[in-house]
């Protein structure tokens, strides 16, 4: 499932992250299971999921690092590294995937050079392959950051990522 | 009192394409024409067809706007909302007949459709609690409260014949009946939603939820008095953005509006709603799991018994029912038993809503009484296949599902006959296949997910599922030989018996089902070494026919130097060098490079 990788890119967190970190958990530690929703809320403010935050967690809510890990590790969601400037996801959803969004995928593999899950090292674009997105109508899908683009062909790729490359 | 209200579809596959935009540069469109006082822009959810978004429609004429751009808007505001002449180049052309403009009930993709659980999708604004409340929102939460006991709700729930709509198709009622007895001195029971719709290509749930949350609340709230529970909790997918605002925005208004809280409708009744964010993992759409997921740990399945009515989350008796399951409970309440149980066939009653998606022209939602066959699904309501290429096969049920051929396509669709021709309703995902589709390939693709999906914690699901996949990919490469089938088809029945959980128990299902019908694909790419639709890479050779003009494109455009040839000759590819990439065939303007 998730990747277990820890990251190699130094830890650049703020005071300021930390203390609204500090706040939501000190609101939230006495709910019921409450664990998925202030990690969620942590990746929300650091962007990802560093074993230095997971320690903050752990011993906030007083539970062994090692469970705050395994529930990083087992959920897609949770990113132990950062993501890139532009998150680019492409649908291998059923509808996408039977009109051809492997060739889609591939070409912003080739294009980007990098592979599902990596970031560029320039640290601007980073490639997910996703499940379903739900705009099964607009089949193949690309989503970059917030932006949606439909109805794709690989050819498409390289014009939509040049948007992005100037940006 | 407005003259003429314009919905603009505000759901996930509108959205991407750009429908808050159209709506903003609509009003202020209006403005600039000084109609905003006589006509009212509403934001709805899903209309359901999905593949003509953006969406538009214009009352009280129902004119049914298509594909509609944010240059489009100056035009039907100044043509159509000032002089009263309709923008017939925007209409959908279904609706447009030599007598005008037909409603969009009489078009081919709505006549055949019986809408209760989308009843208010793309008719109401969703963000707007009293939109809901004027098409007789929370009136059957109030008659539940009011006029019958818990027992009686179940009754009703039980003979109306419900079963959920998530895949498994377990009575509903007799869920609740469970959870209502089986802890007698229970001091604390939970109402959960499964809104974990992690089924790729079905979409149904994220549209009741954007287009018709507090349907989901009421449900919830009645299921609450019917068990005996004061707590629940929606468990939705982090992937779904709009859905997540839109339930917390209703629970906020249902909160304001007494609905939820304490004491609802002064009956002493106290119910109150919990939005938890799943974080992508499908396995957590099964019950146990996702309640582990809700407690805040790893999402893996627990042994049943005991079952969740007894031992549920945070060990207390509970239910977990499906978001369009939910949907259907307050119109059976407000309508009775009987009336719900008029609909469908012997043991499947009322409506599905299907996600149609794939080689199909009219992609999007549909609801129809459950019997209706494949063939008025596909043909009728989605308006066939594009392009003039031949029907293959239809899919349903996700990764947990099978695919269905030609000679199936008469069957009416419901539980048991689903599951009798080897597949399953699942959540109602359907994806079309033409022949350009190898079915070796989606065996493998639906089998890769669930390799990838697999929590890891029994060894038949975590193993098994991993090494039919590396038969699977043997066979693909043109590798593979006969006894694999076998093999294969042994594996399957052993991962299904001896799986903890519903992921690991249907698995294989997506390998056991093409094997049934379309094994004579899986010989080709195993004896002749050939994928007959063309799909897998490894035994796919590109060829030079005698259409080549020798114009050199091809050669230049190959990133291995594979082709050879002089200028105005006839080229020729070398297939030891070949690496399948297709480059040439792309670039080539003769049509001269086929693929075998």
Aim: aromatic share 8%; glycine share 10%; proline share 4%.
């Amino acid at each position: 499932m998730g990747k277990s990788t820890i990251s190699k890119i130094p830890f650049k967190g703020t005071a300021e992250q930390e203390q609204k970190l500090r706040d939501y958990i000190a609101a939230n530690k006495d709910v019921q299971g409450s664990l998925m929703p202030i990690m969620q809320e942590a990746q929300e403010i650091y962007g990802y999921l560093p074993i230095e935050v997971q320690k903050i967690i752990a011993d906030s809510l007083n539970i062994p690092l090692e469970e705050v890990y395994g529930v990083a590790t087992f959920y897609a969601q949770f990113t132990l590294n950062p993501k890139g400037q532009y998150r680019i996801g492409v649908c291998l959803g059923t509808a996408c995937y039977v009109k051809g969004s492997q060739n889609v995928f591939d070409k912003a593999c080739s294009e980007l050079g990098i592979g599902s899950g990596d970031v560029t090292d320039d640290g601007k674009f980073s490639l997910e392959a996703t499940r379903c997105i739900g705009c099964c109508g607009l089949a193949p899908v690309m989503t970059v950051n917030d932006d949606v683009y439909g109805r794709l062909t690989a050819d498409d790729v390289p014009k939509i990522l040049a948007k992005y490359k100037d940006m | 009192m407005y003259r003429s209200h314009v919905l603009v579809c505000g759901g996930t596959g509108c959205s991407s394409s750009g429908s808050a935009k159209i709506r903003t540069e609509m009003e202020n469109e209006i403005k600039k024409q000084g109609l905003e006082n006589e006509v009212k822009v509403v934001q709805t959810g899903c209309f359901g067809l999905c593949a003509l978004g953006p969406i538009m429609i214009v009352y009280p004429e129902g004119c049914f706007y298509s594909r509609v751009t944010v240059e489009d808007v100056p035009e039907i505001v100044s043509e159509h909302l000032l002089k009263g002449r309709v923008v017939t180049r925007l209409l959908y052309k279904e609706t447009v007949t030599e007598n005008g403009v037909k409603s969009l009930n009489e078009t081919n993709f709505y006549k055949k459709q019986h809408r209760i659980a989308l009843r208010n999708c793309g008719v109401i604004n969703p963000e707007n609690i009293e939109e809901y409340i004027a098409r007789d929102g929370y009136a059957a939460l109030g008659k539940a409260l009011t006029e019958m006991t818990p027992e009686g709700v179940i009754d009703v729930i039980l003979k109306s014949g419900l079963r959920g709509r998530g895949g498994a198709g377990f009575p509903t009622g007799r869920k609740w009946a469970l959870a209502r007895t089986i802890v007698p001195d229970a001091d604390q029971k939970y109402v959960c939603c499964n809104a974990d719709e992690g089924d790729p290509g079905a979409f149904m749930d994220r549209s009741v939820l954007e287009g018709d949350p507090h349907a989901v609340l009421e449900a919830m709230a009645i299921a609450g008095y019917a068990i005996g529970a004061s707590q629940g909790y929606i468990y939705v997918r982090a992937e779904y953005p709009i859905a997540v605002k839109r339930l917390r925005i209703a629970i906020n208004q249902a909160r304001e509006y007494g609905l939820l809280g304490k004491n609802i409708f002064d009956s002493g009744f106290d119910f109150d709603i919990d939005v938890r964010l799943g974080a992508g993992a499908f396995v957590c759409g099964e019950e146990t799991a996702l309640m582990t997921s809700i407690e805040g740990h790893r999402g893996e399945p627990r042994p049943r018994p005991p079952f969740p009515a007894e031992k549920g989350l945070f060990g207390k008796p509970s239910i977990l029912n499906n978001v369009e399951t939910y949907a259907n409970v307050p119109q059976i309440i407000l309508n009775g038993a009987e009336w719900f149980s008029a609909m469908g066939t012997e043991k499947s009653k009322g409506t599905k809503v299907f996600a149609l998606g794939g080689k199909i022209t009219n992609t999007g939602l549909v609801e129809v009484p459950m019997g209706t066959t494949l063939r008025e699904i596909i043909e009728d309501i989605g308006g066939g296949i594009p392009n003039g290429k031949k029907f293959k096969a239809a899919q349903t049920g996700g990764p947990s599902g099978g695919c269905i051929p030609a000679q199936h396509l008469d069957t009416p669709i419901d539980y048991d006959n689903l599951i009798a021709i080897g597949s399953m309703m699942g959540s109602g995902g359907l994806i079309v296949m033409d022949e350009d589709n190898c079915m070796v390939d989606i065996a493998k693709f639906f089998l890769e997910f669930t390799v990838d999906e697999s929590c890891g914690k029994c060894t038949p699901c975590r193993i098994g599922n991993k090494r039919l996949l590396e038969l699977l990919n043997k066979i693909t490469d043109g590798n593979g030989t006969l006894e694999d089938i076998d093999k294969m088809e042994e594996l399957c029945h052993y991962i299904k018996n001896n799986s903890l959980c519903g992921l690991g128990q249907t698995a294989p299902n997506p390998v056991l089902s093409t094997l049934r019908y379309f094994r004579d694909e899986y010989v080709a790419h195993i004896v002749d070494k050939t994928c007959p639709a063309h799909v897998c890479k490894k035994l796919v050779r590109y060829e030079i026919t005698d259409e080549c003009r020798g114009c050199t494109k091809c050669a230049r455009n190959c990133p291995v130097g594979a082709i050879t040839g002089k200028v105005k000759e006839k080229h020729v590819i070398d297939q030891s060098k070949c690496i399948k990439c297709g480059a040439c065939m792309d670039n080539c303007n003769f049509k001269a490079i086929i693929k075998k």
